[in-house]
C-alpha cells in the first residue's frame, strides 16, 4: 500500500511514470526490498512517437524478471519519469532520481540529446550509465562508466553509412548523385558528417547540402531544394517521422525520390505512409528470421505484439526500437546477476571485460572509450506495408532483397 501511495504521488508531481513491476506470484517470487531503478523517457514531444516503445519493451522485460527471480533474489521496481522530449527537463529529472528518489540504479533515457543531458549527470554523482539510444563520436567520449548498448562498433560515422552504400551497390544499379539533408540533431548530424566523408572517398556525387533545426515541421522548402537537384538518392539524417514530412511535402511538388533512407524513423509512421514506400533505414533487428529463431525471442515478440496493440500503436511488430529497449535490460540483468552487486563501478569494471549475449545479438564492450567492439547494424526497407531487413545477406528476411530503384508510384 506504501509503494501504491508513493506511486501515485509521483504521478501527481510533474506528470511522472511509476512502474511498479512487482513479483507476479510464482513459487520462486522474488522477495525483499525491491532493487529501484530510475530513468525517462520522452513519452511526449517530438520524440514521443519512438520512445514509447521503449516503454513497452520495459515493462515487458520487467515483468517477466520479476516472474523469475528480479535481481539478487528482490523484486525490481521501474522509476519512470517523462522528460517531454527536452534535454534540460531530463537533465532535471535524473537529478530528482538520485538525491530525491535515491535509486539503487539509473538506466539512459530515450535519444541522443536527452541522453547527453543525462549522461552529465550520470558522471557527476558516478553513476553507472546504459544508453540504448544515444550516438556520439568515441573518440570525444570521456566518461569511463557509459557504455552505448546500440552496438555501432567504435567508428559509426563510416561503419554505418557505409553499410547503407554497400546494400546499394549489392543491387548493381548503385546511384550516383546524392542528396543529403540532415537535423541538426546531434547524433543524426554527427552520422552525416561521416556519410557525406564516405561517400566522397566511394566515388558519389553529392547534389545538394542542407541542414535543418530538430524538431522542424515544415518541408515545403527544403521539398523544393530536393526536387531541383533531382538525386538518385536522398539520404535524411532525421529523427521520428522527418522523411513523412519531407515525403509529403515532395509529393506536393509531384516528385518521388529514385531511393530515400532516413537514419532512425519512429516505426509506424514509415512504414505506412504511402509516400515512404521503399525507404530505407538502419537497424539491429527486425521481427523475422534468423532473428526470432531464438525462443525468448519468440516469446518476446508474442508478448510485444499483444501490448503494443493495447496501448494503441499502430504498428505493433518489433523493430530497432523496441528491441534496443529490450535489450538494455538485459546487459544490466547480466552485469548485476554475474556481480551480485549494485554498485556502479563494480558493474562498470565487469562490462569492460565480459561479453552479453542480447536480442540484437553479442555485445561486447571495452574497446574505443567503451563503444562496442561489434558494429550489429543492418539496413533494411519498408516493404508491403512492414519493415524488412535487406542488408547483408545472411540477415535478410526469407525470400526478400533491397529494391532500387523503387517502382514508379
Known sequence: MKRLLRCLAILGAGGALCLALLPWPTSGAPAGPPIRIGGT???????GSTAIVHKIAAEIYLEQLNKRNGLLGRPVEYILL??????????????????VDKVDLIIGAHATAGNLAAMAVAQKYGKLFLAST?????????????????AMGPEP????????????????????????????????HFVSIGAKEVMQKRGFTIVLDLEYEFGNRDFGAIAARVKEANPDFLWVGGVGVDLVLL??????????PKGQFMLFPAPAP???????????????????????????????????????????????????????G??????LEAAVTATKSLDDKVLA?????????????????????????????????????????????????????????????
Request: charged content about 20%.
Open 349 to 409: 569494471r565487469w562490462l569492460k571485460t565480459n561479453t552479453v549475449n542480447t536480442i540484437i545479438g553479442r555485445e561486447r564492450f571495452g574497446c574505443l572509450n567503451n563503444s562496442t567492439c561489434e558494429d550489429l547494424v543492418k539496413v533494411k526497407q519498408v516493404q508491403g506495408g512492414r519493415w524488412v531487413t535487406v542488408w547483408p545477406k545472411q540477415w535478410t528476411a526469407p525470400g526478400v532483397s533491397l529494391i532500387y530503384p523503387s517502382p514508379s508510384p
Open 157 to 188: 560515422q563510416a561503419t554505418m553509412p557505409g553499410s547503407v552504400l554497400d546494400a546499394l551497390v549489392s543491387t548493381g544499379r548503385p546511384p550516383k548523385t546524392i542528396a543529403v539533408v540532415a537535423s541538426k540533431f546531434p547524433s543524426v
Open 134 to 150: 544515444m550516438l556520439i563520436d568515441p573518440r570525444r567520449q570521456t566518461y569511463d562508466m557509459y557504455f552505448p548498448t546500440q
Open 326 to 331: 529490450y535489450a538494455i535490460w538485459e546487459i
Open 247 to 256: 515525403a509529403e511535402a515532395l509529393k506536393k511538388l509531384d516528385y518521388t
Open 41 to 47: 523517457l520522452a513519452l511526449t514531444g517530438p520524440l
Open 82 to 99: 517523462d522528460d517531454q522530449s527536452k534535454p534540460e527537463v531530463t537533465r532535471t529529472l535524473y537529478e530528482r532520481l538520485i538525491t
Open 270 to 324: 514509415m512504414a505506412q505512409s504511402p509516400d515512404t514506400k521503399y525507404a530505407m533505414a538502419m537497424s539491429v533487428f527486425e521481427e523475422h528470421p534468423p532473428f526470432t529463431d531464438n525462443p525468448i525471442v519468440a516469446e518476446f515478440v508474442k508478448l510485444y505484439h499483444e501490448r503494443a496493440a493495447k496501448a494503441g500503436l499502430t504498428y505493433t511488430q518489433v523493430d530497432h526500437q523496441s528491441a534496443l
